[in-house]
């Protein structure tokens, strides 16, 4: 395949597993497992922003840091352009590393409070031998630029910036390395909401500048309809419903999906919904109760869905659910 | 709770084997010959030799070890090179001059430390609370002997109130009191000065936590509020010193009793120093080790009858 | 109106007006003792560094015709039972004082730190066994401890250093684990594992410069400890070794006629008292001055 095809698959992704075993409580402490990432699939296509949605706590951000391997994964596979990401070690990894860079949601944390601005946009282009030093000051001040920053902020610290600016400079940080596919863990959810639109366009138009796939982490319906194309919905864990954005959430095949689009605000406000209350607390993913993992919650459960998790649906080449109310009959 | 003292216990244990182990290696492994050491420059080959014998050095090491570790674990740490003695009796003959000291140090701290640390707390920011932090910092710069030799010029030399020496082997109550009191109240300040330090941040935590404002808020007088916390909460500042700070309330009362030539553990220290019975020093080691890590534990489950939330923590 | 911009101005102010360095420095300069500690260790440190030209007497000769006299014109601060001058002796002490505290500590917080350092980094397991190993040798008290590996390596400057060094390893080595554990979970050394970075560069470019006041401010105020153990074990008889003017030694010689000459005891004794109360003053100063609760955030 040739590269730039909008339809290639860059990254895929199969049966990403991760289980987080911790011990709680004192003075007799109990062993508690969670699986934050229950065999979860799915793929990115070229110049694609994909989606991952649900509540916090589902496990999407685990999958984002999986398939960067800044979270070792149990079981499962990610590939990027034919390259396993979770077999390559040393130099490869080096390189892989290079392609595939994460934006974070805290723009306070992620960035080193002791480092100039300048120093921290320059560290990688130095660790990954990106040219000379005056090439690299040059580069430095292009990305600022990129990213809508003076050329004087280099010459700054952190503190000295606002919550917006300093995402801006963390999503310089990631382009620094000339990546290929962001992953944006939340970008712009810590951000006052008139900041965020701003950073969302820098990413969009970042996108199509460069070219660049996103894997967008959000809890934020509204965000994720606006910025991506594609979208999986997750919920304790598992991916329950995945497909283009406008047919996901304008029919949703999965009662989550259509209690979370209900949830969230419609900017629209003539087109009144029919609340959908959503029942009961989230159960936590510690303990996911039997079945499917929704359904002490589902509006339209059903006997089977409370000893059997249905298996995944292909709706459309497109569109997958899991879900027992798409399930072929007779399985 | 039960269940909670016996694991802590049992965590003890592998920690109490580590302290035996770094003991033991500290005496074998550390460059020297024990022997040499004991007996000078001068000594003889044979003296040597049949030193070693007698402390067991001419064996492999790992006999030692296990004998080492075997006895002390059944309360035998060998016997003193100079009496002849086991080094156990040795320590439990001094142990009740130690244990006066160290309770009446510990009240003093108490009297003073506490009542002053909530009063710099309930003053904070103003000349009380800053009084009280230099004077409780200036206390904790004491060296332990420094202070000593000025109670000892002021209190017994110059004002003759006191004797120098600080105790006698009579069995006459007051006279032991009496001579208890300076080295008492020499460990007792340096003491409180920590108590004040930790009673007076313990208290501002408190007093800033929500409760107590909206205690406050609710009206509450002040002097109630604080009272009413302090006195729940006086013995916390006692037993986080004595937790935090034992490794040096043990020096510091070594140094009193060496400056107030008092009978004790300090004395039987420098004792042991200076005859150069090593036997004995490592005896003293493992049982101040042992102290130190059965007062941890004593503390922790102190902090759980004291405040119950630490068993949820 | 200038609609963007404005409205980023307002909804999006940077929260911290001022450095973290200014704000800390705000803090420490507002408490004047801590100003009075800085002076009064910067005085003692000119004092041992100028000793040979401020010292009266030479602090070694003797005058055995000048024994025990008390303070007078001539010797301020009297002399002992070979006629040396005390004085001198109390400004040559400085010197092996600050020696052996400032090495013991810087030591122990290379080795300590470093062992903080990497076992938090690292975690897990490894972390778990490297702290229960620095929790045994925390219980082990300091003097003692210190007594017995100076004995039995014998009295000098270097296994003196050693000896205290060893006492300080296990505190400096839990000073640097914890924010180290923080440290590692936040997002910027995060971002660096994403772009590639070695192990080794995320530790000291991107965690260490973020510790190192705390540990250094512990390193002041350990150092006052260590100044009180040296002069505790001189004191005891353990100290470098005679004629070598130290507090500690002084005060022990002078104990021997503290009813007739109680100078002896009391200079050096005000000596070290106000070297330790002066590391405490700075140490408590710096703690304040980086200790984020204290700055109001």
């Known amino acids: 395949m040739a590269s730039g095809n909008a339809t290639e698959t860059v990254l ?11 011990k709680r409580g004192f003075p007799n402490p109990v062993t508690v497992t969670v699986r934050a990432v229950d065999d979860v699939s799915f793929a990115v296509r070229a110049g694609e922003a994909f989606g991952l949605v649900g509540e916090s706590g589902c496990g ?70 990106m040219g000379d030093r005056a090439q690299i000051a040059e580069r430095v001040k292009s990305l600022l630029a990129e990213v809508g920053l003076p050329p004087s902020a280099a010459d700054k610290y952190p503190h000295e910036f606002s919550g917006g600016q300093r995402q801006r400079i963390g999503i310089a940080r990631a382009l620094s390395v000339d990546p290929e596919l962001i992953v944006a863990d939340e970008p712009v959810s810590a951000l006052d909401v008139s900041i965020q639109a701003q950073v ?61 689009r209900q949830a969230s605000p419609v900017p629209d406000p003539r087109a009144k919904s029919i609340a959908v209350r959503i029942e009961g607390e989230v159960p936590s993913a510690a303990n996911p109760p039997q079945g499917c993992h929704f359904h002490p919650r589902c509006p339209n459960a059903m006997p089977v869905c409370k000893t059997v998790y249905p298996a995944w649906t292909q709706l459309t080449p497109t569109r997958g659910v899991a879900c027992h109310l798409h399930t072929p009959a007779g399985s | 709770m039960g269940r909670y003292i016996l694991k802590r216990l049992a965590a003890a244990v592998p920690t109490l084997l580590a302290v035996l182990t770094v003991v033991f290696l500290l005496v074998r492994v550390v460059p020297g010959d024990p022997a040499q050491t004991i007996l000078g420059d001068q000594a003889t080959a044979e003296a040597l030799a049949a030193l070693r014998a007698r402390l067991g050095l001419d064996r492999p090491l790992h006999v030692q070890y296990f004998e080492f570790v075997f006895a002390a674990l059944r309360g035998d740490l060998g016997n003193s090179l100079v009496s002849g003695r086991p080094i156990i009796d040795e320590v439990v003959a001094v142990l009740p001059h130690t244990i006066d000291l160290t309770l009446a140090a510990l009240v003093i701290g108490s009297i003073f430390g506490i009542p002053l640390g909530i009063w710099a707390a309930m003053h904070r920011n103003r000349f009380i609370d800053y009084v009280t932090r230099i004077g409780s910092l200036l206390g904790l710069s004491f060296p332990v002997f420094v202070s000593g030799i000025f109670l000892l010029l002021v209190f017994a030399l110059h004002w003759r109130w006191f004797p120098v020496i600080g105790t006698s082997s009579s069995a006459d109550f007051g006279d032991r009191m009496h001579r208890l009191v300076l080295p008492a109240v020499n460990l007792g300040l340096i003491m409180a000065a920590y108590i004040t330090r930790v009673t007076r941040s313990a208290m501002l935590q408190v007093l800033g936590e929500d409760y107590v404002r909206t205690a406050r808020a609710k009206g509450v007088p002040r002097r109630v509020v604080v009272w009413r916390h302090a006195l729940r909460n006086a013995l916390i500042p006692v037993v986080t010193v004595i937790g935090l700070y034992l490794g040096i309330l043990i020096g510091n009362s070594v140094l009193t009793e060496i400056v107030f030539n008092r009978p004790g553990l300090g004395k039987v220290i420098v004792g042991a120093l200076n005859q150069r019975d090593y036997p004995m020093l490592q005896g003293l080691l493992v049982i101040y080790c042992f102290l130190i890590v059965v007062v941890n534990i004593a503390t922790d489950l102190t902090y759980g009858l004291i405040d119950p939330r630490v068993k949820h923590a | 109106m200038k609609p963007a911009e404005a409205i980023d101005d307002i909804a999006d102010a940077p929260p911290e007006p001022r450095s973290a360095l200014v704000r800390a420095f705000a803090v420490f300069n507002a408490n004047k003792t801590s100003w009075v500690g800085v002076i009064v260790f910067g005085a003692i440190v000119a004092m041992a560094a100028l000793a040979p030209l401020i010292s009266p007497y030479d602090p070694i000769e003797q005058d055995i015709i000048a024994r025990l006299q008390p303070p007078s014109a001539e010797h301020w601060f009297g002399t002992d039972m070979f006629g040396r001058d005390v004085l001198s002796r109390v400004i040559w002490g400085s010197q092996i004082s600050l020696i052996v505290s400032i090495a013991s500590i810087a030591v122990a917080l290379l080795v300590g730190g470093t062992i903080g350092l990497v076992s938090g980094y ?54 640097a684990r914890a924010p180290t554990i923080v440290l590692k979970e936040r997002a910027f050394v995060e971002a660096g594992r994403a772009l590639g970075f070695s192990h080794i560069r995320i530790v000291l470019v991107h965690i260490l410069p973020n510790l190192l006041a705390e540990v250094l401010v512990m390193g002041s105020l350990w150092m006052a400890t260590a100044v009180r153990v040296e002069a505790s074990l001189s004191f005891i008889g353990l100290g470098v070794r005679p004629p070598t003017p130290t507090w500690g030694g002084m005060i022990n010689e002078g104990f021997e006629n503290i009813l007739d000459a109680p100078w002896l005891s009391i200079y050096p004794g005000l000596a070290i008292l106000i070297l330790v109360f002066a590391l405490n003053m700075l140490g408590d100063g710096l703690r304040d001055a980086t200790d984020p609760k204290l700055r109001g955030e």
């Open chain 1, 12 to 22: 895929s992704v199969k049966g990403l597993s991760k289980t987080f075993v911790t």
């Open chain 1, 60 to 129: 999407k951000s685990t999958t984002g840091r999986a398939l960067l391997r800044l979270i070792e994964p149990d079981r499962g596979a990610v590939t990027y352009r034919g390259q396993d990401v979770l077999a390559a070690s040393g130099a490869e990894l080096r390189a892989l590393r290079r392609k595939l860079q994460i934006v974070f949601q805290d723009p306070y944390a992620s960035l080193n409070p002791r480092r100039g601005i300048g120093e921290t946009l320059a560290e990688p282009m130095r660790v990954h031998k």
């Open chain 1, 200 to 260: 969302l366009l820098l990413l969009r138009d970042l996108q199509a500048r460069r070219g660049l796939s996103y894997v967008f982490v959000a809890h934020d319906l509204g965000v994720v309809r606006f910025f991506c194309q594609s979208v999986a919905v997750m919920y304790l864990g598992r991916i329950v419903e995945s497909g283009p954005v406008e047919e996901v959430f304008n029919q949703p095949a999965h009662p989550y999906t259509t209690v979370l």
């Open chain 3, 122 to 175: 690292i975690g897990g397991r490894t972390d778990l066994l490297i702290m229960q190993a620095m929790d045994v040798l925390l219980s082990f008290p300091s003097l003692i401890m210190g007594l017995i590996v100076v004995a039995m390596l014998g009295p000098d400057l270097i296994n003196l250093i050693i000896a205290i060094a060893l006492t300080a390893v296990a505190p400096f080595a839990r000073i």
